[in-house]
């Protein structure tokens, strides 16, 4: 068993897909309208390129009340690797300055380096927080 496919809700569909490809550097493998919203996933350059995220509207008031939680408690709902986080995060903050609430910092918490979240700030699509850690 393995995963294929998880989702993140968003607040808006076309900034989140910016978000995830220019500034995060995934690849956009589907956008595809239904109905009024669109099925839209990404992958990693760096990762199998059948694991899928899907970014979801967060139109379904049980996920907006969820993610709506998650951010005021400060909880990332999502979590990335990268092989160097000093240089990921300076890659993200050139992107999109002041998007970082905390440049991360490695710190031990077991098999990886840990890192401080990103908070998103305003609608930004972020909403629900990503954290980082370094592949050690």
């Not at 393995?2 to 076309?14: A, E, G, P, Y």
């Not at 408690?73 to 050139?94: K, L, M, S, T, Y």
């Amino acid at each position: 068993m393995r995963i294929k496919l998880t989702s993140i809700m968003v607040d808006d569909q076309d900034k989140a897909i910016r978000f995830y490809t220019e500034i995060l550097g995934f690849k956009k493998k589907h956008d595809i309208p239904v109905g009024e919203y669109r099925w839209i996933t990404v992958t990693s350059p760096e990762g199998p390129g059948d694991v899928e995220l899907a970014l979801e509207p967060n139109a379904n008031p049980a996920g907006k009340t969820f993610q709506e939680a998650m951010f005021a408690q400060g909880i990332p709902v999502a979590a990335f690797e990268v092989a160097d986080i000093a240089h990921a995060a300076g890659r993200i903050d050139r992107a999109s300055p002041g998007l970082l609430h905390h440049v991360p910092q490695a710190r031990d918490v077991g098999t990886v380096a840990g890192a401080d979240a990103i908070e998103a700030h305003g609608d930004d699509p972020l909403r629900p927080m990503c954290g980082f850690g370094e592949e050690r």
